[in-house]
């Protein structure tokens, strides 16, 4: 068995852009335009994290601060949104997207964010158990959320 190189968390640079898209087009059917993932990078550098390893980006996390109704009541708060995670399936089922997720809490309460929500859908058992695990919990189901048409889980924890 061979020792695997240490994976280092830290913000996203304009540099790793290329290979962020990358693993988006490789993990997820839901794909952005650049100017998407730029837009996350120039507004919210502290909550947008890379995962990388022997000097490869192997994962990410792009998250956005938004202000809106709070998910436990309706008072007004700065929440925080995860857009995307991804890790290539190379480098799953080690911890680097729980590892992601929790550095993408740190920089959103940064931001100021009190909690955080996220899209999943509702057959990703894998995603699911993941952020059962970071205390999120199913607040509702979004029909048709996803271009397929199949339905979403919307998922909320306290930051």
Known sequence: MTEQSPVVLR??????????????????????????????????????IVAETDGKIVGYVMTRVEKGFSFYGMKWVTKAHIISLAVLPQYRRRGIGTALMKKAHEGAKEYGATEIYLEVRVNNDEAIALYKKLSYEIKDVNANYYSDGEDAYIMVAHL
């Open 11 to 48: 913000s996203c640079r304009p540099e790793d852009l290329d290979q962020v898209i990358k693993i988006n087009e490789i993990c997820l059917p839901e794909n952005y335009p650049r100017s998407f993932f730029v837009e996350h990078l120039i507004n919210f550098p502290k909550a947008f």
